[in-house]
């Protein structure tokens, strides 16, 4: 069974700074794309940025120049730093990550329980 564990979240002042941490544990064959996601209140679930195993990287315009992915394949992790934060960027932030375990056939999407990001002054 794979776990993902997001770590970070909390209350932050406009402008400033968060990181966000995510790993995967479990029976792990390889991890494909990792990404964060985020949602608020009454709206999709949307994409935020998306890393694959090269480290390839893809953002939502709106976080653009502000975000930055990163990721390690040996630990199984991806972490998202997140600066100049803006009231916007409040909401539920979740990891997502398409796994391949022993006994599938084919990469599997898994989700973290999310984290809640609160840009307020």
């Known amino acids: 069974q794979v776990q993902l564990v997001e770590s970070g979240g909390g209350l932050v002042q406009p402008g400033g700074s968060m990181r966000l941490s995510c790993k995967a544990s479990g029976n792990i064959l390889t991890i494909a794309n990792m990404a964060w996601h985020r949602q608020t209140s009454g709206e999709e679930r949307k994409l935020v940025a998306l890393i694959d195993r090269a480290g390839r990287t893809t953002y939502a315009d709106s976080v653009k120049g502000r975000f930055t992915i990163t990721r390690d394949n040996g630990e199984n992790t991806v972490d998202l730093e997140m600066n100049d934060l803006k009231f916007e960027d409040t909401a539920f932030y979740f990891c997502?990550?398409?796994?391949?375990?022993?006994?599938?056939?084919?990469?599997?999407?898994?989700w973290g329980q999310g984290t809640q990001i609160i840009v307020s002054s």
């Open positions: 997502n990550a398409y796994i391949l375990s022993p006994r599938q056939a084919q990469l599997q999407s898994d």
